[in-house]
């Protein structure tokens, strides 16, 4: 008998017909220089291009707008490296509510600085000490505010899938999706959508090889933590796996696969070389994964969620202008 889950094809469909509108429908981008090179058909999802520069706009937008209004008008409490933060920063805009957001000391500048933009309260943390999660809690219930989790949470899965739910309806069917894990909630929400649609699917995420997390979990059959990895990828700098996202992956997720950070960095220049669109480290692993070959033979249609292109020029620079 297969358990239940915490999100289905229809919540996913919900959530899309809630963020209609709001988000963007990012662009598919192919390249026949990727095609070649990898020996398959490509679909590349450009999340890089939605609002705040990452995919997390569709989970913040659809859990923000789902809260109870008058517990939303009192404000908004999240915990992010970055692109979360940016994300409930501009929901709250977008809904007419504050946000604080706990952030690591060592998040990029430019994540938080976009964060304060958007009118966001920016408090820090020490990653490398403290428990976010625990410290995040703290400083909302201190404040009575509701916590929208980055990842760990049914309507912010769901509205992550609604990526992989474009995705399938634009280009229909794929062998196999490829993409970023982190905490598990991209995974999770595509993986519903398009599992749910195509259950042939194969569903592969990928990972700093320096932060192999959940495909440690997945080898376990349970979750398992790592030390904060050190790696380029600060987006999916994470020790464990989320609850809720785990109990999706394990039953859906068909491989993680890792990359290090000089493969990420080769995804980089290739996105901006030939694809002429620019990623962040994490956004780049999926990508990374193909062109490194870490997948194996690949089969002959493949999508691949390019998750975020949150990345200062200085960082960029430093990171790929050798």
């Known amino acids: 008998m297969t358990p239940s889950l915490p999100i289905t094809l229809d919540d996913v469909r919900a959530a899309a017909d809630r963020v209609r509108g709001v988000v963007h429908r990012t662009p598919v981008l192919r390249s026949r220089t990727l095609d070649t090179l990898v020996g ?3 679909h590349l999802k450009a999340e890089n291009l939605q609002r705040v520069g990452a995919f997390k706009f569709r989970g913040a937008y659809h859990a923000a707008s789902r809260l109870d209004p008058e517990a939303r008008e009192r404000g908004i409490a999240a915990y992010s490296s970055g692109n979360h933060a940016q994300a409930v920063a501009l929901a709250a805009r977008e809904l ?3 946000a604080v957001i706990l952030m690591p000391e060592d998040a990029p500048a430019s994540k938080r600085a976009a964060t304060e933009a958007y009118g966001a309260e920016v408090v820090t943390y020490d990653r490398y000490t403290g428990d976010r999660a625990a410290i ?3 400083l909302a219930a201190e404040r009575g505010l509701p916590v929208i989790p980055p990842y760990d949470h049914p309507d912010v899965m769901a509205g992550q899938g609604t990526a992989a739910l ?7 069917e794929l062998d196999a999706l490829v993409m970023p894990v982190g905490g598990g909630g991209l995974m999770a929400g595509s993986a519903t959508a398009a599992k749910g649609l195509y259950p042939a699917t194969r569903i592969v995420g990928v990972e700093p090889e320096a932060g192999d997390d959940t495909r440690r979990s ?3 059959g349970e979750r398992v933590g790592v030390p904060v990895p050190r790696t380029i990828a600060d987006g999916q700098a ?3 796996p989320g609850a809720l996202t785990f109990e999706v992956n394990r039953l859906l997720a068909d491989a993680v696969e890792t990359v290090t950070d000089d493969e990420i960095r080769a995804a980089m220049v290739f996105a901006f070389e030939r694809l002429k669109t620019v990623l962040e480290p994490s956004g780049a692993t999926g990508l990374a994964a193909l062109l490194a070959g870490r997948i194996g033979p690949l ?3 493949v999508g691949v969620i390019l998750s975020g292109g949150n990345v200062s020029v200085e960082r960029f620079t430093e990171l790929c202008g050798g």
């Open 96 to 98: 007419g509510t504050s």
């Open 218 to 220: 997945l080898a376990a």
């Open 136 to 138: 995040g809690s703290a």
């Open 238 to 240: 994470l020790t464990t």
């Open 166 to 172: 474009e995705l399938v309806e634009e280009v229909g």
């Open 299 to 301: 089969p002959p249609r």
């Open 40 to 42: 398959a058909e490509v």
